[in-house]
């Protein structure tokens, strides 16, 4: 493996904290053990880049993995090894509970098949985290020939222990410091390396969704779900990478050891983890019948109750499971949230809850070539300094750069800050480091994307209170306000209901004597300048005609339309698209028009609106001889609403008491009118 110019930058920046992540790889499947147990080990005897090194350093860690950890039939080898030698070493999974008849702890080490291995209570204590789910550790274990002897005996006993997890002060730091040698996509790329993929296999997409699911790990009392095709790694993050992570599969899930043992006041899964997973998440269900109530109220909250006591916890919840069927059948036949349990799959109440829902379908199905031969960050430094980054805030430095849209309530506001949040504090580990608008946006627009996409869902369930879904944000208070879309309900063709971006506008030609009616979208930049410039080529005689039928009145009647804007200061830059047979675009004088006015104005048109007309010189509209046809072909693309001249009013009494039902008909008399209406404000 060459060294790129990534690991030359980590190298200076992360001295000691680096492992090259395919030797990690080697491991996996070898040895009954995650990942990051190897990359301990790695990371204590490979964190370096000179080969030399890195093979003296990988023959100990074979040699540790091969003589510590226990492989099936091996049981009863590594126990007649402790009797002969008195003692041995492991690594293995380690759980205790407390014996009531003796008064004492015993652990458990799943690899031996031992359930009363004699612990001490100091150690217990210390480490509370075997209580609940366990963690992997470095043992070493007794024998004790005379306790063997004794009736109802305990010959086994735990001398030490070591958690497998880093315990060095000052990481953040180490961290922050590291973070500077980096710009913002190349310290992407590294997180991602740190994690085991190579970005440069993966889209831009799918390099989202990865960071999407590290949020959980460095924002408290997060909720996420993430459903998409087997095979995509959905739980390979909170299974291999962290020990602060613990995964819980489908299956029964016990209130008592998610929350709370109400019977001797044991603090459950979400009190000793940073996350806690749920994986194939559509066979999960609670012991008790409140146990899906008890789990909302934690998830708003962050509370729940033992008795009259009310305790607070910070571990993150996360779902995560597969679909059956693809992306597009599953919201033909439902909704994106079908595959969870009953309890849980048409409750907007819970669904309100969640702060984001990732696209699992945009990650690739894993295979050798997606995971990195290079270094990242060894996991135990890289969990340390997620769980320290739990305690950080990043909202108070981006206050008053960003304003978020109307369409937000409450929960939505919540649900994205914290998105916003976790996202700019895996990009800037230092809190002090300036956060550039462009990387704020990225954060505030995944965020509002993933929120969007839960929202989308209850909409589908038929909830009222959460018909508008229409998103969006404004950098600062001067900002052009920009609408964030979920792109599985995006069609090329289709018009749908969100509004399109500044300058854009969609529309409907009634064509002419050569041609059929036929639906297009305006797309116009502004700039300055002067004049127009069709992109287009070769640029269709009709279409040239709209445009400077639009220009003109752009110019004529620009107080009235778009205030002390002088157009003939700005260069217009056209692109027209069309999305039917009609190819040449005659008669979009009107719409030409208002795509001008709203490049101008910075506005957004209403979303789901097609807007018809043709314009002459004068400012006249041209009238529409097939009016009923433009409004079914309008029905037919997804718009709601249509902005017809007023000319084509006693045509549409023609139209079928269907269609009506279908879309709102907005009449105009003049550009000012429709630019008023299509603008809705």
């Not at 690594?91 to 001490?120: M, Q």
């Not at 999960?284 to 729940?304: L, P, T």
């Not at 994205?416 to 990225?442: A, C, F, H, M």
Request: a negative charge; proline letters at 4%.
């Amino acid at each position: 493996m060459e060294l790129d110019e990534l690991d030359r930058q980590a190298a200076t920046a992360f001295d000691g904290y680096l492992v090259r992540k395919d030797l990690a790889q080697r491991f996996k499947g070898q040895y009954p053990v995650p990942t990051y147990v190897g990359e301990f080990l790695l990371g204590r005897y490979c964190a370096s880049t000179d080969e030399e090194e890195i093979a003296e350093g990988l023959e100990v860690v074979e040699r540790q993995m091969r003589e510590r950890t226990v492989r099936p039939g091996e049981e009863e080898l590594f126990k007649s090894r402790a009797r002969e030698h008195g003692s041995i070493k492991l690594i293995d999974l380690i759980t205790a509970r407390l014996d009531t008849n003796t008064d004492s702890y015993l652990a458990s080490l799943p690899s031996l098949r031992l359930n009363d291995v004699r612990i001490d209570s100091e150690i217990v204590n210390t480490n509370e985290r075997m209580l609940t789910g366990g963690f992997y550790a470095e043992i070493q274990i007794e024998y004790d020939a005379a306790k063997a002897q004794e009736k109802a005996g305990r010959p086994f006993g735990l001398t030490s222990l070591r958690p497998i997890q880093l315990s060095k002060r000052g990481v953040l730091d180490d961290l922050a410091r590291g973070r500077e040698y980096f710009t913002t996509p190349e310290w992407k790329h590294f997180l991602l390396r740190s994690i085991g993929f190579e970005p440069a296999r993966l889209s831009t997409r799918a390099q989202d969704v990865l960071l999407l699911r590290m949020v959980p790990f460095v924002e408290r009392n997060y909720n996420m779900v993430e459903l998409g095709p087997r095979g995509t790694g959905k739980s390979h993050l909170f299974q291999q990478i962290s020990p602060y992570s613990h995964l819980v599969s489908g299956g029964k899930a016990t209130v008592a050891r998610m929350f709370v043992n109400n019977a001797n006041g044991q603090r459950g899964l979400v009190c000793q983890y940073d996350v806690v997973c749920f994986d194939e998440v559509s066979g999960v269900s609670f012991d008790q019948k409140d146990g899906i109530n008890i789990m909302k109220g934690y998830m708003e909250s962050g509370e729940f109750s033992r008795g009259r006591e009310s305790i607070r916890a910070s571990g993150s919840i996360v779902m995560v499971g597969n679909f059956e069927v693809d992306v597009e059948h599953q919201q033909r036949i439902g909704h994106l949230l079908g595959p969870m349990p009953p309890e849980m799959r048409n409750d907007t109440a819970f669904m309100d809850r969640l702060h984001a829902y990732l696209p699992g379908w945009d990650v690739p199905k894993l295979e050798a070539s997606l995971f990195t031969e290079h270094f990242g960050l060894v996991s135990d430094f890289l969990s340390e300094v997620w769980t320290q980054l739990r305690g950080d805030n990043r909202l108070t430095a981006i206050q008053g750069r960003v304003n978020y849209g109307g369409a937000l309530s409450g929960r939505d506001t919540t649900a994205v800050n914290r998105t916003v949040n976790g996202l700019l504090k895996l990009l800037y580990p230092n809190r002090e480091q300036y956060i550039s608008d462009e990387d704020l946006e990225w954060a505030v627009r995944l965020a509002m994307e993933c929120r969007r996409r839960v929202k989308e869902q209850q909409k589908r369930i038929g909830s009222a209170e959460f018909r508008n879904t229409h998103f969006s944000y404004q950098m600062g208070n001067d900002g052009i306000e920009v609408f964030v879309v979920t792109p599985e309900l995006q069609s090329d063709n289709l018009v749908g209901t969100d509004p399109l971006p500044p300058g854009q506008v969609w529309a409907i030609s009634p064509g002419d004597t050569d041609e059929y009616a036929g639906l297009y979208r305006i797309d116009v930049n502004e700039g300055p300048g002067a004049g127009v410039k069709i992109i287009n080529v070769p640029v269709p005689g009709p279409f040239r005609e709209s445009i400077k039928y639009g220009e003109q009145n752009l110019f004529t009647r620009a107080r009235e339309l778009v205030g002390d804007r002088d157009p003939r200061q700005h260069e217009f830059i056209v692109q027209l698209r069309a999305f039917d047979t009609a190819k040449n675009g005659a008669s979009l004088g009107l719409p030409a028009l208002l795509a001008f006015c709203s490049a101008m104005l910075g506005k957004s048109l209403k979303g789901g609106l097609i807007a018809v007309g043709g314009l002459n010189l004068g400012g006249g509209l041209d009238p529409i001889y097939n009016a009923v046809n433009v409004a079914e072909l309008a029905v037919e693309k997804g718009a709601t609403t249509l902005l017809i001249p007023i000319s084509a009013r006693r045509q549409l009494n023609e139209l079928s008491d269907e269609m009506v039902t279908k879309i709102n008909i907005l009449f105009y008399a003049d550009a000012k009118e429709a630019l008023i209406k299509a603008l809705g404000d």
